[in-house]
T-cell receptor
């Protein structure tokens, strides 16, 4: 297993465009998390799935943001009508629920909104 | 808003020096984790502490959890350039989902 994979690694878009990121978790992990990290800050929780069910969403996740995990495997995070304030590193992490403490992070998608 | 306060925010030292970074909160942690993050990469878990007063060692890194479980420290002995990175503490969630809350991090640079 190669760990948590995120695609693309970098995305540059113009304000107002829609973007979609993909995360492939470690195959046996049933939990998947999305975090956002801005420069000089720690990651902030956005949302979390257990299998295909989205169980928790942060108030940071405005209605322009939507996340899915259709078959309980990979996940997508879509941002509609991007704003400059959306520029950040979007991190995905996965874990296996029995090993509740151990999150494995991907390398992230760096979004720049011009 | 970061609920965990990490200090210092930045630290630049010479190779071979010792250092300590801190993570503090006004509330009790159920558990606390330390991560290291390199530029352009995701955080990598170093250690999890759950018991007040617990001390864990990972080679030259020593992690301590405060007796009251409100604070933690990370001590690095004889720092090396490879220790350079962002050190993040994170508290576990008080729920089954384990949503972590991260501090703002300490950015460490070790100069050769």
């Amino acid at each position: 297993d190669t760990g948590v994979s995120q695609d693309p690694r970098h995305k540059i878009t113009k304000r107002g465009q829609n973007v979609t990121f993909r995360c492939d978790p470690i195959s046996e992990h049933n939990r998947l998390y999305w975090y956002r990290q801005t420069l000089g800050q720690g990651p902030e929780f956005l949302t979390y799935f257990q299998n295909e069910a989205q169980l928790e969403k942060s108030r940071l996740l405005s209605d322009r943001f939507s996340a899915e995990r259709p078959k309980g495997s990979f996940s997508t995070l879509e941002i509609q009508r991007t704003e400059q304030g959306d520029s950040a590193m979007y991190l995905c992490a996965s874990s296996y629920s029995i090993h509740n403490e151990k999150l494995f992070f991907g390398s992230g998608t760096q979004l720049s909104v011009l | 808003t970061q609920l965990l306060e990490q200090s210092p925010q930045f630290l630049s030292i010479q190779e071979g020096e010792n250092l300590t970074v801190y993570c503090n909160s006004s509330s009790v942690f159920s558990s606390l984790q330390w991560y290291r993050q390199e530029p352009g990469e995701g955080p990598v878990l170093l250690v999890t502490v759950v018991t007040g007063g617990e001390v864990k060692k990972l080679k030259r890194l020593t992690f301590q959890f405060g007796d009251a479980r409100k604070d933690s420290s990370l001590h690095i002995t004889a720092a090396q350039p490879g220790d350079t990175g962002l050190y993040l503490c994170a508290r576990g969630g008080n729920n089954a989902g384990n949503m972590l809350t991260f501090g703002g991090g300490t950015r460490l640079m070790v100069k050769p």
